[in-house]
């Protein structure tokens, strides 16, 4: 039960430009027990992640100070399970190459399955670093990212939203396959938005979040948050 917002900019911007955006997702969505962010900068994939609610990090601020970035994943948390509130379980995880950040929301049904196989590169509990190791390997075969998010969810089942920011060709996706938290694809002036639904089954959305949003549009399957996408 998480919130997600992936964010394309045509030029390098300022974490700050969608920092108010992150704020009302959490306000009004599901969230407050750990967020993060994940961004491109040159040919590498960076982060950051805190275990409490964005309105409670004093230092979010000193630490993401100066990012830009043409592509921004935002990941807010409300775990199905409040004993994994804990910094190894935040999103997005991020690989150890910096090739590929990867965030979830939703319950992955089958997770229980594929954990033992997983167990030596787990660092917290929650299901959804079982999906980040498996998207892991998939990308290693190597598949295309947009096949490898449907071969995770294949597997592991479940309501999920998923989000991949990659460094190869500066790719950013988002997955919809959750029937309770729509996941949404539009544009905010110049920038390419996706982001999840507050778990409401409306459009509030955009009547609490982004009242300027343009050429709304359910994502059904795999979404590239690009220009023409």
């Not at 965030?103 to 590169?121: D, L, Q």
């Not at 089942?157 to 989000?163: D, E, V, W």
């Not at 996941?183 to 089954?201: G, I, M, P, Y």
């Not at 955009?206 to 009242?211: I, K, M, S």
Request: net charge negative; with cysteine.
């Amino acid at each position: 039960m998480c919130e997600i917002l992936a964010v394309r900019w045509p030029a390098p911007t300022p974490f700050s430009a969608l920092l108010h955006w992150a704020r009302r997702l959490e306000q009004y969505g599901l969230g407050g027990f750990g967020w993060g962010v994940a961004w491109l900068e040159g040919d590498q994939v960076r982060s950051y992640r805190f275990p409490g609610a964005l309105h409670d990090d004093a230092e979010a601020g000193q630490h993401l100070h100066g990012v830009r970035s043409t592509s921004y994943l935002l990941h807010l948390r409300r775990p199905s399970k409040l004993s994994t509130t804990q910094l190894a379980d935040t999103q997005p995880f991020l690989h150890e190459s910096g090739t590929f950040a990867f965030c979830h929301n939703g319950a992955f049904a089958n997770e229980p399955e594929y954990r033992a196989a997983y167990a030596g590169r787990l660092a917290g509990a929650a299901d959804s670093e079982v999906g980040f190791r498996m998207l892991e390997d998939l990308l290693d075969e190597p598949a295309l990212p947009e096949e490898a998010l449907v071969t995770l969810h294949d597997r592991l089942g479940g309501n999920a939203n998923l989000g991949l920011l990659c460094r190869g060709g500066d790719r950013l996706l988002a997955m919809s396959a959750h029937r309770g938290n729509a996941l949404w694809r539009f544009r905010v002036e110049d920038a390419e938005v996706a982001a999840t639904a507050l778990h409401s089954q409306d459009e509030s959305l955009f009547h609490l979040v982004f009242e300027q949003a343009e050429e709304r549009r359910v994502v059904e399957g795999v979404a590239a948050v690009e220009p023409g996408r």
